[in-house]
Structures are given as C-alpha cells and as structure tokens.
C-alpha cells in the first residue's frame, strides 16, 4: 500500500505562499503497511527520526475505514513519544478485548497515522511543517493466518475478472483485502486510461474503471503484497471470464 502523507495546515499555507522548503517527513516509517496478527496481544512499528539536528514528537493513532478516530479495538502506545535526532523507536499497536468481537472469517482494515511534531522555533515570524504519514492497516484473525505455501501461490492469485458490458468486475474469494494499483493490457505497456487505485474487501467484488476493451483479453494488474511488494498478475480471458494465468507471472 502506498504510504499517504498529508500535510497539517501550516504546510498548505506554506505552498500557497510558495515559499522553498523540503517537505519531507523527519519521522520515517519502516513499512508501508501494518499486518495485525489475531493472535497475538500486539504488533510493533518502528520508526526513525530522520532529522539530525533537532528533536520531534511523534504522535501516533488509529482511524476505521471511514477516517474517524477510534479507541477500540485496537489503540497506540504510547500516543505521544520524542525522538532525538537520528534515533528509533517503537510504536505498539495494542489490541483490547474487544478485538475478539471482529470478524474472524475476514480481514478488517484500518489506518495508522503517524504525525511529526517539530519542535517549536525560538525565531519569530517562522512557519513550520508538520508532516502525517497514513498507512492500511489490516487486522487478520489467528484463523485466517496464511501458511507458507499460501505465499508460495499468493492468494491474490484467485482473483477473476468477470467481463459486465465494456467493464470488468474483479472478483476477490479470499478472506483477505487485495489493493490494485496498476492496470495495464501488456507487460510493458502504460496504465491504461480511466484506472485509478482500488481495494476490494474479502469475499467480495468491485469494477475497474477502465473499459475492458482498453484492458483487452490478457489483462495485467499488479497488487501490492504483505512486505509492500508490487507482484504482477496476468489474465486470460474466455468467454467474459478471466483467470490467472500462473504460468505467465515472472518471479519478483
């Protein structure tokens, strides 16, 4: 999953002024992504302070699938932490009781935010920035736990395309998220027109926005895995159906 960085508002100010200053974010991230394991109590992050000079606060929460804020049932530990200069630390994501309420035939996605809070200029009449980092998080129950063989034939495998006029409907049966974030009619060709990144929830289906005649009949889409790798699924269609074509699909 790609990393979502948002700016704070003093940093929109900033680029409508158009004033020259680096927009990276001081506090990295060692993941794109954040895989909960359902049986375990807690997961950790590790994070750096990638300013050299000065310390930062790194403050640290969790948002459901709509962007709310949440408390439960997963939280973050601590909430707020400092980070000296070109030091690491941990962030824990911490599960409570009631996390045993989610689904546990099926993934539930949420959000790891992390914001970077500099530390406050002596000199006046300074505009500083504030970076948010915004990443999926998926909460995967202990039953659903892939095995081995599992990422030796990646699930995002069973994916199909079901062809619905000049349109193609991708179909997940897995009980995990699958993000697409290419489309393409060839392995070397561009992104075809009209598609734009998309997450289809397990067991169920969403249509790409491409015209399945831009896609053509060997459609090639590339999904983002576990460790943030971008794998390349190629399909074959026949008769409004298309499978994956494992025979077609290079090695990373």
């Given at each position: ?70 408390t439960s049932p ?96 991708v179909n997940n ?43 053509g009949a060997t ?34």
């Amino acid at each position: 999953m790609m990393l979502d960085t948002r700016f704070t508002s003093s940093a929109l100010v900033l680029l409508a002024l158009g004033l020259s200053q680096s927009a990276s974010a001081a506090i990295g991230l060692d993941r794109t992504r954040v895989i909960f394991d359902g049986g375990k109590d807690a997961t950790s992050v590790n994070i750096t302070n990638n300013n050299k000079q000065l310390p930062y606060l790194a403050q640290g929460w969790i948002e459901d699938e709509s962007g709310n804020k949440i408390t439960s049932p997963l939280i973050v530990l601590p909430p707020v932490q400092r980070l000296e200069p070109g030091k690491q630390s941990q962030v824990k994501v911490q599960a409570l009781p009631a996390a045993k309420s989610l689904p546990q035939d099926r993934e539930t996605v949420y959000y790891f935010n992390l914001r970077e809070i500099p530390p406050r200029s002596d000199k006046s009449n300074t505009l500083q920035i504030a970076l948010q980092t915004r990443v999926k998080l998926f909460y995967r129950p202990q039953a659903i736990t892939p095995s081995q063989q599992d990422f030796s034939n990646p699930w995002q495998q069973r994916l199909t395309l079901t062809r619905e006029g000049d349109q193609y409907r991708v179909n997940n049966p897995t009980p995990y998220y699958v993000t697409l974030v290419d489309a393409r009619s060839s392995k070397d060709g561009k992104t075809v027109p009209g598609f734009a990144p998309l997450m289809v929830p397990p067991k169920g289906a969403m249509t790409l926005g491409p015209t399945a005649t831009a896609l053509g009949a060997t459609p090639h889409l590339t999904y983002v895995n576990d460790y943030g790798g971008r794998p390349l699924l190629v399909f074959t269609c026949s008769g409004g159906t298309c499978n994956v074509n494992v025979q077609a699909i290079s090695p990373e």
